[in-house]
């Protein structure tokens, strides 16, 4: 639901000084420019400024339960996925719902200021775009519109950077994520680090205004089919896959297998694998007091099905142990996501792999819970 109406994409080549350019104008027409980053010894999406902001050089290592940053690569983009998500931001942890305050009438509702920023994410992965895409599904479905995320995701600039590249937890190929992004965004960059330049592709009207504002040239058909090819590569390169043939009427079925049980001597139950995802959804909230008496809020947060206050209802908590826990989120994930949202609930980024502290593998757990149907 970008702002720009898709189109068929048309292709420009784009030099590191035109790419400055091109973040200097998405600032100056009032985005706040969000790219990868290196922090906290990992790539992480921040606020960039120029091409300088981004990480050159780096990439990154990613296993089960194991992430490692290198210092060894060639070009801006050459790391598999940063830790989080556009989900920060457009769904972020905490979100303010509503404010009320006291005077001598009693309490007023305060009007919940508009979600005003313009963001323009540079640098997404193409399973990163799909779970945008997803969680659209989630908060903009009628009758339940999220007022806020729809703000933030109608005024949202995307810019995907397509994988040329593909790391050891990745499996988005087998989900149909990825590793090109073919529609969706506004602009698509495919790097040649040797080069230091970009294939730009052009997909909204309004990435189109952007781009004959800096003046990019045409490129040339030969280096579409390069970028076609380097993405064909990272397609081979993904280190898992995950079977889906059949797998929702398969792992429908699984409810009983002792396989839950055996997850759940190593899950520890953290909420991991939820936080990082790019399509989990589920909040709770909290609401606050001033110790005065005559101020009180409001707030969304985060959840997990990994906590126990998740499913408590009148009564008690429904989903005691950790096998039922993990049960409902590979369920949902893989299975019900289909029935309620007409697709899979997972875009094949393995984050939920790379940053579970036991490296429980959800390519794994699944197919062994189809072996065992
Ligand atoms: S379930 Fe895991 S692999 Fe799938 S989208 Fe979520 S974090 Fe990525
Ligand atoms: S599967 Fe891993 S990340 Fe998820 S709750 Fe269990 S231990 Fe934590």
Redesign the pocket.
């Known amino acids: 639901m970008s702002a720009g109406t898709t189109t068929a994409p048309t292709y420009r080549t784009l030099t590191v000084p035109q790419l400055d350019q091109l973040l200097s104008a998405l600032c100056k027409e009032g985005y706040l420019t969000i790219g990868p980053t290196v922090g906290d010894a990992a790539i992480v999406y921040d606020e960039i400024r120029s091409t300088k902001d981004l990480p050159r050089g780096y990439t990154d290592e990613q296993e089960a339960g194991s992430y490692r940053l290198r210092e060894n690569a060639q070009g801006y983009f050459a790391y598999i996925t940063p830790v989080q998500s556009a989900k920060q931001y457009l769904h972020p942890p905490r979100q303010h719902l509503w404010e009320a305050v006291k005077d001598s009438e009693g309490f007023h509702i305060l009007p919940d200021p508009p979600a005003n920023t313009r963001y323009a994410f540079v640098g997404l992965r193409p399973?990163e775009l799909r779970?945008i895409e997803i969680q659209d599904r989630v908060f903009l479905t009628e009758p339940f519109v999220a007022q806020h995320y729809k703000a933030l995701r109608q005024a949202a600039f995307l810019i995907v950077a397509q994988c040329t590249r593909a790391g050891a937890t990745c499996?988005c190929q087998s989900m149909g994520t990825g590793p090109a992004a073919r529609g969706g965004f506004d602009l698509a960059l495919t790097e040649f680090p040797e080069e230091a330049t970009f294939l730009l592709e052009i997909g909204t009207p309004r990435g189109q205004a952007i781009v004959d504002a800096i003046g990019c040239a045409e490129a040339p058909e030969e280096m579409v089919e390069q970028a076609r090819a380097r993405q064909s590569q990272a397609a081979l390169q993904m280190g898992r896959r995950l079977d889906t043939e059949e797998l929702p009427k398969q792992l429908g079925s699984s409810y009983s297998s002792g396989r839950w049980e055996q997850i759940a001597r190593r899950c520890l139950s953290c909420g991991n694998?939820t936080m990082?995802?790019?399509?989990?959804f589920c909040t709770n909230v909290e609401d606050t007091a001033s110790l005065t008496g005559d101020h009180a809020g409001r707030w969304q947060r985060w959840d997990s099905c990994f906590t126990s206050e998740l499913s408590y209802i009148h009564g008690g908590v429904v989903r005691k142990s950790t096998a039922s826990r993990y049960r409902q989120w590979l369920l949902h994930?893989l299975c019900t996501w289909h029935e309620q949202f007409g697709e899979s609930?997972?875009?094949?980024?393995?984050?939920?792999?790379t940053w579970c502290p036991v490296g429980i593998d959800?390519t794994e757990e699944a197919q062994a819970l189809r072996q065992a149907h």
């Open positions: 399973c779970a499996f694998c990082v995802c790019p399509t989990c994930k609930g997972c875009v094949g980024c393995g984050r939920c792999i959800i």
